[in-house]
C-alpha cells in the first residue's frame, strides 16, 4: 500500500484493492470465502501475513485460513483463541477507526495468552513508525459489516511490506477492507444456508414439507435482499415474492413489488447490464429504482430453483445493497486524480486533462487560406482553425477526402495562437497559465507549514472564484498552481493572468495575523504536435522570465 507521505495514490493500487474485494464475492463456499479475504489482504493490502479468526458457536475464535506464510499456516491453522483473550486484545492498544493497534511496547504482556500468533522479537524501530516485528493490528468484523454489531471475526495482520505502520489510506484501505469481508462471510455463509435449503427442495414430498419452513426463514430474514421470480411464459421475470429486507430497500410494499419484475425496476442505463446477466450463477452491479425516484447501487446474483421433473422453475435472486462501496470506489478514485490539501485535480489529473485536448499530429499548416493544388483540385477549403470543408460526402458521412495529400485524421485540433507577430490575429486558443507564488517560502520558514496549507487553500479558493465554468484549476504542487482557459485570445489570457494575480495579492488572514503573497504568471499555449509535459514547460518557462522580469518588491506587491 501506498505510505502517508506520498501525495498520490497510484491508480494501480486502486484498482488491485478494487479487486481483491470484489474477488471476495466470487468464492463458492465458505472456506473460500474465508482463504479469499485472507490472500486479500496480502496482494491487496500490501502485508506479509494475515489470519482469519472465525467466532466460533461456542463465543471462541479458530483460525480459519492463513495467507502469505506456509509456516505460519501449519503452526496456527486450526488452533483456538478464548473469547475473553480476544475481548482483551480489542480493548487494549490505539484506536484506529475500527481497526486495533497494539505497539510492541504494550503488547508484551500478550505473549503467554491462548491466542494463536507468529510474532517474533526484534530490534527497537529506527524511526518513529518503523513496523515492529512485535507489533499487533486487528480488524475486527462484523456482522452486516456495521460497527458495533456482532462480532463474527477478527482479520489479523503482520509484516507490511514497506516496514512502516500503515498510514491514513492505508488504515481507511484497510477499514473498508474488513467492512467488505465480513459482508462477504456472511454473504458466504447466507449461500450455504439457501444452497442446503434448495437441496432439501428435491427430496420427498414430506422432507420437502420441512425444508420448505427453513427455506422461509432463510428467505423472510436474509439481511439482504432476496427475490424470487417466474421463469418462462407470458409472465417471465415477474416478482413472484420478495423478502423484508428488499422491500425495505426500495421502499416498496411486498404487494406493489409483485407487479414489477426487475426489468421494470433497473435504471435505464443499466437495462443492458441486467439482459446481458445469465440466469444461471449470473451476477451483476446495476441501479434499481427506490419508490421515491431515487436509484440505489445493487449486486445481483442469481440462481435457478429447478423442479427434477419438470426443469427449471423460477429464479432466486441475492440482492445485495453495495451502494456504500460505490460511494468508497468514488472517493478513492476523487483522492487519486485530487491534491488532498486544497481539494484541487492534483498533477497527473492535470496532464490527463491536456493530453486529452492533444494529438501526436500537427494541424495543417498557414491555418488561414492554406490551399494546396490537392486541396482545391478536390473542392475543398481550410478555414482558420486548420479544418478541411466543401466535400459533401466527406463532411456527411465522415469518409476520407479523395484528395491525394490532404491529411485528415477526424480530430478536432486544439491550435495555438501565432506568437511569432506583434498583432494579435484573434485566434482562440487553449491557454495555459502557469503560476508561482512570490514570498510563500518566507511564510513558510516564519509561521511554519500550518501557515503555509492554510495560504494555499486560500489562493486555490481565489483562482476558482476567478476563472470560467469549465476551465480547470490545478495543483501542480508545492506553491505551483496551472489554470487551462479555452477559447481564449492572446488580449484575453493576459487579462485573466492581470485579473488572477490582483485576486491573490490582497492579505490572507491566518491565525490571527494577516500575510501576503505575490504571484508570477507564465502564459504558455496548448496545440496538437506537443505533448502536454512540453506545454506545461513552456508556459513554466515563460514563468520565470515574468518572474525575473519584475524586481522581488515588485513581485510581493503583485
Known amino acids: 500500500m501506498e505510505t502517508e507521505s506520498e501525495p498520490y495514490i497510484r491508480l494501480a493500487t486502486l484498482r488491485q484493492l478494487h479487486q481483491v474485494v470484489a474477488d471476495l464475492n466470487t468464492a463458492r463456499s465458505l472456506a473460500d470465502t474465508l482463504q479469499a479475504v485472507a490472500d486479500g489482504a496480502i496482494t491487496g493490502l500490501g502485508f506479509e501475513l494475515s489470519a482469519v479468526n472465525l467466532v466460533r458457536p461456542d463465543g471462541d475464535l479458530v483460525v480459519a485460513a492463513v495467507g502469505g506464510s506456509a509456516g505460519a499456516e501449519a503452526l496456527m491453522a486450526g488452533r483456538v483463541g478464548s473469547r475473553c483473550s480476544w475481548e482483551r486484545r480489542l480493548s487494549m492498544g490505539d484506536r484506529w477507526g475500527d481497526l486495533r493497534f497494539i505497539p510492541y511496547t504494550e503488547g508484551w504482556v500478550l505473549d503467554d495468552d491462548d491466542v494463536p500468533q507468529w510474532h517474533t522479537p526484534g530490534p527497537a524501530p529506527r524511526f518513529a513508525d518503523e513496523w515492529h516485528p512485535m507489533d499487533r493490528l486487528f480488524a475486527p468484523l462484523y456482522a452486516a459489516g456495521a460497527s458495533g454489531g456482532e462480532l463474527i471475526g477478527v482479520i489479523s495482520v503482520d509484516k507490511p511490506r514497506n516496514g512502516r505502520r500503515p498510514g491514513a489510506w492505508g488504515r481507511e484501505a484497510l477499514q473498508m477492507y474488513a467492512f467488505h469481508a465480513a459482508i462477504a462471510i456472511g454473504n458466504a455463509r447466507l449461500r450455504a444456508n439457501m444452497q442446503r435449503a434448495l437441496l432439501r427442495l428435491e427430496r420427498e414430498q414430506q422432507a420437502l414439507r420441512a425444508s420448505e419452513e ?82 440505489v447501487w445493487v449486486s445481483l446474483r442469481n440462481s435457478v430453483v429447478a423442479d427434477a421433473a419438470d426443469g427449471p422453475r423460477f429464479l432466486l435472486t441475492h440482492v445485495e445493497d453495495i451502494e456504500e462501496r460505490k460511494r468508497h470506489e468514488l472517493q478513492l478514485a476523487h483522492r487519486a486524480s485530487h491534491d488532498s490539501l486544497t481539494g484541487l485535480p492534483n498533477s497527473a489529473e492535470l496532464r490527463a486533462r491536456l493530453g486529452a485536448r492533444l494529438c501526436a499530429t500537427p494541424p495543417l499548416p498557414d491555418r488561414p487560406g492554406y490551399e494546396d493544388e490537392a486541396t482545391l483540385a478536390a473542392g475543398l477549403h481550410v478555414d482558420a482553425s486548420g479544418h478541411l470543408h466543401g466535400f459533401d460526402e466527406f463532411e456527411s458521412f465522415g469518409s476520407r477526402p479523395p484528395a491525394a495529400g490532404v491529411p485528415f485524421d477526424g480530430h478536432v485540433h486544439t491550435i495555438a495562437p501565432n506568437e511569432d507577430s506583434d498583432v494579435d490575429d484573434g485566434h482562440k486558443g487553449l491557454a495555459v497559465l502557469f503560476c508561482d507564488l512570490d514570498g510563500f517560502k518566507s511564510i513558510n520558514d516564519r509561521f511554519g507549514h500550518h501557515a503555509g496549507d492554510a495560504v494555499l487553500i486560500e489562493v486555490a479558493r481565489r483562482l476558482i472564484n476567478g476563472v470560467r465554468d469549465g476551465d480547470t484549476v490545478a495543483r501542480l504542487g508545492g506553491d505551483e498552481f496551472v489554470v487551462l482557459a479555452d477559447g481564449l485570445g492572446r488580449a484575453d489570457a493576459e487579462d485573466l493572468a492581470v485579473r488572477l494575480r490582483n485576486a491573490i495579492i490582497p492579505p490572507i488572514r491566518v491565525d490571527g495575523r494577516a500575510v501576503r503573497v505575490g504571484a508570477s504568471f507564465g502564459i504558455g499555449w496548448a496545440g496538437c504536435g506537443m505533448s502536454a509535459e512540453e506545454v506545461l514547460q513552456s508556459a513554466d518557462q515563460r514563468m520565470y522570465v515574468e518572474k525575473r522580469s519584475r524586481s522581488k518588491d515588485r513581485r510581493r506587491a503583485g
Open 214 to 295: 427453513s427455506f422461509r426463514q432463510a428467505f423472510e430474514y436474509a439481511p439482504s435482499g432476496m427475490a424470487i421470480a417466474e421463469m418462462g411464459g407470458d409472465q417471465h421475470g415477474r416478482l413472484l415474492r420478495t423478502n423484508d429486507a428488499l422491500c425495505r430497500l426500495l421502499g416498496r410494499p411486498a404487494s406493489a413489488m409483485r407487479r414489477y419484475s426487475f426489468s421494470d425496476l433497473v435504471h435505464p442505463e443499466d437495462i443492458g447490464t441486467l439482459l446481458r446477466t445469465s440466469a444461471e450463477g449470473g451476477r451483476s452491479e446495476l441501479r434499481l429504482a427506490r419508490r421515491d425516484g431515487s436509484y
